[in-house]
């Protein structure tokens, strides 16, 4: 790669061959770039070239395979491989580090991003986070970058010696230091130890690189990232995470997450979880129908991963040597997947039977010219037959065949020349034993010498003494034990015990032989079948005679045990002295004859002289039950044996220190749950420490971690539970924490809790230590309602209200847990600090209709000033329903009233206002809330209590709920009660209805006030009510207007007469011609006219004649006035009915002419009408006569014309042309 020249004075580069590096100022021609490094294979198709610029830094990323490039801010940069998670190639990534300004503002961050995506597989999710620079280091940038492949951490170093390191998946900062006080300006990686090398302006040279032992604990501990800590263990193999790792690895299996659990045991740093005991985790796993067993899950996740263990390449290959699967193995083996051992090359081995027969046929193809002595020994004797001296030595091996003797022997023995049976037999050594011996059997010669020398001679000793005494031939077993061969006695006694021979015999034959009887092959034959008692009498002649003999007697293993045995039984006293003097016998054997028969101190003695050091504490502890002795000889021989069964025996005596002690000095750890039961039953907690350091050097046990922390904490060693946590270990930190909180450990209690990161229970054990503060701060990282409420009650508990509100607010957001804390502060009479909780918990953003809720309740209960404001504020957020009852328990009438019409329960509200009208009535709010109510009968119940409590506003409600009640109703009540007055303007306002009770009541008012205005007006407008009641009861009244009024009635119903006599009475007489001409009735009319006449009324009379115009016939008004000498008073009447009478006549005639001239019109319409239609009809051919024919007569007469066609007649021969017309 070519490197442009520029002012950066340094420049980097990839290429295909490599990482290189020059100094760009020089690159004249002089100075060539160098090699720095091998690029990896991935990314040998990216380049990239910085130059820093100001504060602003410069990349351009080129792709060899897109030809293309692309320009980047970025002050350092470097290429990475990194395999995401299902995905088996690695991703190419680019990490970069940019230092930008932008509107003033400067910002330093590092961007993680994937090169090249794969298609179709997962990806490589962006990242980017921020580069913190501390205001002493604010024109600080980055130089360089390096990424350690080995821990995959990015490593970002700046101009004046700051470290930045970045954990390169999540790109999450992990640590930032200042490495040296001098700028830095080159680096390289440093890939052996996962760090890099670093040179500054003073010329030295830094590694740095990271520290493997403390940084999981420190990612975990101080940063509170555990998945970070877990993550960086399995990438590096780094030790410290083993607590995490166990713990996760626990929680996954208990989630019966079998497969995520073997992938993380296949990846657990340094193998803590590849033991024997997750393999029998995995193999105690219930195997369901239909699924691969939990086992193979595990199996299979460690051979993808890599090469398995000896303990787990014998527990898989025992698996598929079950199955018959033994090709897997082959494959596996040949893949380098499992581990040999000798335990495998047993298990695949085991069992191995040759097959002998095809292993000679084998042979015998393969070496065909072996196996051919049949075929050797004719040729021998044909190459024999010249019987040459040379062939002296092939004769005598002619001679030397078995077959050749064992014809001699037969023939003699058929001859009856047994000497030379004997001879043969004896002095033979050709002849083929089991075939001799067998013929001689059958034979049954009577000396059984012959017999006697083959089986002496090839130990057929067994079966000639069977031979012999099932022939009873006991003479010859005699002779055969005291004269040929006394040594082989053993074997004579075994085959007569197996024949069940008389125990007489047998011990004659032994005491015949005395001395010369090997004595420890007899012992063995009559051991193996359990007649040892049969030699009791032998033994006892040679101790009597004092037999020296080593080989006979002190040096005999079985005469020893049965000297032995004897005198326990027979003679006790005498043991321990046969103890003493005998070294030759079977000491543990004899030691427990010695405990059954209760000789302890000779059983003692035994085992002590064989250094039988267990066997020998045993007796003292089990037999002679003396732990003191036992102490003593523990200390004496010092074996960690004997140690173990000593601290058993405290332990069980309740010894528990003494005991402790024992198993340290036995080295015993297999002890450790026995021992932990009684250290803790025996509160001896600092020996158990001591024991438990002991037993954790040699297994790795939860339980031991467990209790080594327990104890520690019975004792107040707090500092070494902090640093034991801080180092590898297994214990189960969770449940080691539950247990000291439970028997009151709170301070160690609170070193776990807060180790784990169980933020729940590190509040509640600092609770229980009164640190309400951190409790708090452990409460608010757990986020637990649970967590909450237990610190929010402690806090209230030890008045600490102020902790206690911080821990309020996060419980009551929850509805569930509202009412509880409420309760608990009631409860406790903290009202006040209740309610400051509540009215802080407003302003949550989550706050739920819960909290205006309670808050309400208690303002009701215990501020009820603020009651009201409470719920005009936040009427729409309560719960009603709640705040309804609790209002009501107070007797808050007001507000309870409120809460009604918010709740649109306006029946109940209007009750309340009713009730409770001194605390709950206003008049404008009763207004708005009794035209709501669904309860009719509620409008009636409101005019009562207006009537009795504010009759001055009975009308103002009357009119809002005039078009509600009923109005009949209204009146009978304000009848009854007397008050109908009061009502007069409501019932004005709805006397428009008609309603007979609103008329009548009104009427009745009009009368009584004597307002006949309004009266008349009522009955005018209204009519339904008693109208003759009224006009009767008015006719009488004082007032003429009233009486007037009562005629006007009559008039109305028709009642004529009464009315024109009412009238009349009063010399009303317009009044009465009125009613004459409205009733339409000539009579009363007429009789009017002489009413006036009579009373000589004359204006009366005319004026009549013109009111009563179409009733009055004119002959009886031109008699009446001419017999009373009124024709001048009539004479307008007679003028104006000439006039009409006239005017009707000229009418009449008008119509006759008009009608005439009507008919003409329609007369001469319909002729033209039918001219017109005449004109356009077509007009067809005539139908004439032919003309006469020759001879006929004359010609056609002419027709006459047709009538009424109004056409003149046709010409005799057709019409004439259309012209002529």
Same mark, same amino acid.
């Given at each position: ?1061 009412? !009238? $009349?009475? =009063?010399? &009303?007489? @317009? %009044?009465?011609? /009125? ?7 000539? #009579?009363?009319? *007429? ?55 006239? !005017? $009707?006549? =000229?009418? &009449?005639? @008008? %119509?006759?002419? /008009? ?7 329609? #007369?001469?319409? *319909? ?55």
């Amino acid at each position: 790669m070519s490197v442009a020249k520029s002012r950066a004075g340094l420049g980097l580069g990839k290429s295909r061959e490599g990482c290189w590096e020059a100094d760009i100022d020089a690159l004249d021609g002089s100075i060539e770039p160098t090699k720095a490094s091998e690029t990896e294979p991935d990314i040998e198709h990216w380049f990239g070239c910085l130059r820093p610029q100001l504060v602003k830094g410069n990349m351009q990323l080129f792709s060899v395979e897109q030809q293309r490039s692309q320009a980047l801010e970025a002050h350092a940069a470097s290429f990475a491989s990194f395999k995401v998670a299902g995905n088996e190639k690695p991703s190419i990534l680019i990490c970069f580090a940019s230092k930008t300004s932008n509107a003033g503002q400067i910002s330093s961050k590092l961007h993680v991003i994937e090169l090249g995506a794969q298609p179709g597989k997962p990806g490589f999710t962006k990242k980017q986070a921020d580069l913190f620079f501390p205001p002493d280091f604010a024109d600080d940038f980055p130089v360089a970058m390096q990424i350690s492949q080995k821990y995959s951490l990015v490593y970002v170093i700046t101009k004046l010696g700051l470290l930045f390191v970045y954990d390169l998946d999540t790109a999450t900062a992990v640590y930032r230091n200042r490495i040296s006080p001098d700028p830095i300006f080159l680096t390289t990686e440093a890939s052996n130890v996962g760090g890099f090398y670093a040179i500054n302006r003073r010329g030295q040279v830094l590694l740095a690189t990271v520290n493997e032992a403390t940084i999981v604990p420190f990612v975990s501990g101080q940063l509170n990232n555990l998945e970070l800590a877990v993550n960086l263990a399995k990438r590096g193999n780094l030790p410290g995470a083993e607590n995490l790792v166990v713990q996760r690895f626990q929680e996954l299996f208990s989630q019966t997450k079998y497969k995520e659990a073997a992938e993380l045991a296949a990846e657990s740093p340094q193998g803590i979880l590849r033991t024997p005991e997750t393999v029998a985790k995995f193999q105690s796993v219930p195997v369901q129908a239909g699924q691969t067993p939990p086992l193979l899950q595990y199996f299979g996740t460690l051979l993808t991963k890599g090469k398995l263990n000896a303990f787990e390449s014998l527990e898989l290959s025992r698996l598929v040597v079950n199955q018959n699967k033994k090709n897997l193995l082959e494959n596996w083996l040949a893949e380098d997947k499992l581990e040999c051992s000798e335990e495998l090359g047993d298990l695949v081995k085991v069992g191995y039977t040759p097959d002998y027969l095809f292993l000679l046929q084998t042979i015998l193809r393969s070496d065909p010219q072996r196996n051919m002595i049949r075929e050797a020994t004719r040729f021998l004797l044909d190459v024999l037959k010249p019987n040459l001296p040379e062939h002296a030595f092939l004769q005598t091996k002619v001679f030397e065949d078995p077959e050749i003797h064992f014809k001699y022997i037969e023939a003699a023995a058929k001859t009856g020349q047994l000497k030379e049976v004997e001879r043969v037999t004896r002095e033979s050594n050709f002849y083929d034993p089991e075939k001799t011996k067998n013929f001689l059997m059958e034979a049954k010669l009577p000396d059984a010498r012959p017999l006697i020398n083959v089986c002496d001679r090839f130990g057929f000793v067994p079966d000639l003494t069977h031979y012999l005494y099932t022939n009873n031939m006991l003479r010859y077993i005699e002779g055969y034990v005291q004269k040929v061969n006394p040594g082989n006695a053993p074997l004579v006694v075994g085959q007569l015990l197996d024949d069940e021979c008389p125990e007489d015999f047998i011990k004659g034959l032994i005491l015949s032989v005395r001395s010369l009887l090997p004595v420890e092959p007899l012992v063995a034959e009559c051991e193996k079948r359990n007649r040892l008692r049969l030699l009791t009498q032998f033994l006892e002649h040679l101790v009597s005679e004092g037999s020296q003999d080593n080989s006979a007697f002190s040096g005999n293993f079985n005469l020893q045990n049965l000297l032995i045995l004897t005198a326990i039984k027979a003679d006790p006293p005498r043991v321990m002295d046969y103890i003493n003097r005998l070294d030759n016998f079977d000491g543990p054997a004899v030691g427990e004859v010695a405990v059954e028969a209760q000789l302890y101190e000779e059983a003692f003695a035994i085992f002590k002289k064989f250094n039988l050091n267990v066997q020998a504490v045993n007796v003292l502890l089990d037999n002679i039950q003396s732990i003191e002795r036992a102490v003593e000889f523990a200390f004496r021989v010092e074996e960690d044996a004997v140690w173990s069964q000593v601290a058993k025996a405290q332990l069980r005596e309740g010894l528990v220190s003494d005991a402790i002690e024992s198993f340290i000095r036995a080295d015993d750890e297999t002890q450790f749950h026995d021992v932990i039961r009684a250290a803790e039953d025996a509160n001896v907690y600092h020996d158990l420490v001591k024991y438990l350091l002991m037993v954790r050097q040699k297994v790795k046990e939860p339980k031991v971690d467990g209790e080594l922390i327990f104890a520690y904490a019975k004792i107040d060693r707090l500092g070494e539970i902090e640093e034991f946590i801080l180092m590898p270990n297994v214990a189960n930190l969770q449940n080691v924490g539950d247990r000291l909180f439970d028997d009151a450990l709170y301070e160690a209690a609170k070193i776990i809790f807060a180790f784990i990161s169980n933020w729940a229970k590190l509040a509640c054990t600092l609770v229980k230590l009164k640190q309400f503060q951190g409790a708090v701060d452990a409460a608010r990282k757990a986020n637990s309602s649970k967590t909450w409420k237990e610190v929010c009650f402690a806090c209230v508990d030890a008045e600490e209200f102020r902790l206690a509100q911080i821990c309020g607010l996060n419980i009551i957001i929850q509805v569930d847990d509202l009412e509880e804390v409420s309760d608990y502060y009631q409860n406790r009479g903290c009202f006040n600090e209740l309610i400051s909780l509540m009215e802080s918990g407003l302003g949550l953003e989550r706050a739920h209709m819960g909290i205006f809720t309670e808050l309400g309740v208690l303002y009701a209960r215990y501020r009820p000033e603020k009651l009201m404001e409470h719920i005009k504020l936040f009427s729409t957020r309560l719960n009603i329903p709640k705040l309804i009852r609790v209002c009501d328990e107070q007797h808050h009438w007001n507000e309870l009233t409120y809460l009604y019409i918010q709740y649109d329960e306006f029946d109940n509200a209007a009750t309340t206002i009713m009730n409770h009208s001194p605390d709950a009535w206003d008049h404008m709010q009763f207004k708005d809330v009794i035209v709501k109510v669904a309860n009719v009968e509620l409008y009636y119940k409101a005019v009562h209590f207006y009537l009795q409590e504010h009759p001055d506003l009975i009308n103002d409600v009357l009119h809002v709920l005039a078009l509600r009640v009923d109005h009949t109703r209204v009146v009978d009540i304000m009848r009854k009660a007397g008050y109908l007055h009061i009502v007069k303007p409501y019932m004005v306002a709805v006397q428009s209805n008609n309603v007979a009770a609103v008329n009548e009541a009104l009427n009745e008012i009009y009368v009584e006030e004597e307002d006949y205005d309004r009266l008349r007006e009522s009955v005018d407008l209204h009519d339904n009510f008693d109208q003759i009641g009224l006009a009767q009861r008015i006719e009488k009244h004082e007032l003429l207007e009233m009486r007037r009024i009562a005629a006007y009635i009559y008039k109305k119903a028709g009642r004529w007469k009464q009315s024109i006599a009412l !009238s $009349k009475k =009063d010399n &009303l007489y @317009k %009044d009465a011609m /009125e009613t004459c001409s409205q009733s339409g009735d000539r #009579e009363l009319s *007429e009789e009017l006219l002489v009413y006036f006449i009579e009373q000589g009324k004359k204006e009366c009379f005319a004026s009549c004649l013109f009111i009563c115009y179409d009733l009055i016939r004119p002959d009886v008004a031109l008699e009446l006035a001419w017999m009373n000498n009124m024709i001048d008073f009539a004479f307008p009447y007679l003028l104006q009915f000439i006039r009409e009478y006239t !005017s $009707k006549v =000229d009418d &009449l005639v @008008k %119509d006759k002419i /008009e009608a005439q001239n009507e008919v003409k019109s329609k #007369e001469k319409e *319909e002729k033209d009408l039918v001219a017109q239609q005449n004109m356009y009809a077509q007009l067809l051919p005539l139908a004439l006569p032919a003309p006469p024919m020759p001879g006929m007569g004359g010609s056609y007469p002419v027709p006459p014309p047709m009538p009424g066609m109004g056409m003149p007649p046709m010409p005799p021969f057709g019409m004439p042309p259309m012209g002529s017309y």
